[in-house]
């Protein structure tokens, strides 16, 4: 899929050289009606997606889920996993430092230093995804790692594929050689576009790929 409009346009473009949505982002911005806010990202109105599903109709397909029947039913399950014991200690000691450093200040500071307080939250769930991310002297096995080691091996022997997704570049590198023996490809915004459905593919087809390391936030194409 295509998380954005610039997505759209550039896959199209690809396509057919700028014939449907226009030879420039900015001939496509403005006749769809596309607005781009300081800071934000870009937005379309009702009408101007109206007009561009129109546009798209021709050579896109749309399929619900409804309508695909092969698809097994979801299945939603919570694991529980205890922290690796260094791993622990280290998130213990930032959340710790963290919790003192914003009791420490009024209410007024907390929000002109939000966008700081924001940076020291996300480096707290990456001690609790992968410590090696931020600290290169980590070497031991985090405690989710461990448990999808488990969880790829009970999938894997029962014939089947497995997806793991993660937000961290650093992990789906990290995850990809972990199971490069059993066939392992990664997809993500390094990845070229025209690559990704070729990924997919590969991963659905060939027996050889048996992981597929990705990030969700990785568009693929549509057409």
């Known amino acids: 899929m295509a998380n954005t409009p610039e997505d759209v346009w550039a896959q199209v473009y690809f396509l057919d050289g700028g014939e449907a949505l226009g030879s420039s982002l900015k001939d496509f911005f403005e ?20 007009l561009l599903r129109d546009c798209l109709q ?12 092969e698809l097994p039913e979801k299945r939603y399950e919570t694991i529980t996993v205890d922290l690796e014991p260094d791993q622990r200690q280290r998130y213990d000691e930032l959340r710790e430092k963290l919790r003192l450093w914003i009791v420490q200040m009024d209410g007024k500071a907390v929000e002109d230093d939000a966008r700081n307080i924001l940076k020291r939250l996300l480096r707290l769930i990456q001690i609790s995804s992968n410590p090696s991310l931020i600290d290169s002297s980590y070497v031991k ?8 080691q ?9 014939n089947e594929k497995a997806v793991i997704w993660t937000s ?5 590198r990290m995850l990809r050689r972990l199971f490069r023996d059993v066939g ?4 993500f915004g390094d990845v070229p576009i025209a ?17 597929l390391v990705a990030n969700p936030a990785a568009p693929l194409m549509v057409f």
Do not use: C, W, Y
């Open 31 to 50: 006749k769809f009606g596309i607005s781009k806010k300081p800071h934000k990202e870009s937005v379309i109105n009702d009408r101007g997606l109206a």
């Open 58 to 69: 021709p050579f896109s397909i749309r399929r619900l889920k409804d309508d695909v029947l």
């Open 141 to 148: 096995t985090p405690a989710k790692v461990a448990t999808i």
């Open 150 to 158: 488990e969880l790829v091996s009970q999938i894997l022997s029962n």
């Open 168 to 172: 961290f570049v650093g992990n789906i």
């Open 184 to 187: 392992a490809a990664m997809l």
């Open 195 to 211: 690559e990704r459905d070729q990924i997919v593919q590969k991963f659905q087809e060939e027996v050889g790929i048996r992981v």
